[in-house]
Nanobody
Framework: QVQLVQSGGGLVQAGGSLTLSCAASGRTLGMAWFRHAPGRQRQFLAF????????YYADFLKGRFTISRDNSKNTVYLQMNSLEPEDTAVYYCAAEVSSNGAAYYNALRYNCWGQGTQVTVSS
């Protein structure tokens, strides 16, 4: 069973930047980032394919976030720029270990989840 361990996050002022990391204990296929804020539904943020050659983002991010991966380290990153108070949430990485046909933005696609990390953006 692949395990995902997240790091990064914390408190940042509006307009600032943070980078989240997610290290996998084994080989993964596609990987993604989601977030969950109190009182809101879980949101898809970004996806990267196994090779890192294909990445997709939620439209509302407007280019502020960038997903990347380093397969030599089995790690995926989320670089977050121009952070806004509305970005405050618990952020989760997710990994696809076996394919099930669900769309990349669908949480059901992913077999493994990180423990979550809090990101708080102050105004």
């Amino acid at each position: 069973q692949v395990q995902l361990v997240q790091s990064g996050g914390g408190l940042v002022q509006a307009g600032g930047s943070l980078t989240l990391s997610c290290a996998a204990s084994g080989r993964t296929l596609g990987m993604a980032w989601f977030r969950h804020a109190p009182g809101r539904q879980r949101q898809f943020l970004a996806f990267t394919s196994r090779s890192g050659g294909n990445s997709y983002y939620a439209d509302f991010l407007k280019g502020r976030f960038t997903i990347s991966r380093d397969n030599s380290k089995n790690t995926v990153y989320l670089q977050m720029n121009s952070l806004e108070p509305e970005d405050t949430a618990v952020y989760y990485c997710a990994a696809e270990v076996s394919s099930n046909g669900a769309a990349y933005y669908n949480a059901l696609r992913y077999n493994c989840w990180g423990q979550g990390t809090q990101v708080t953006v102050s105004s």
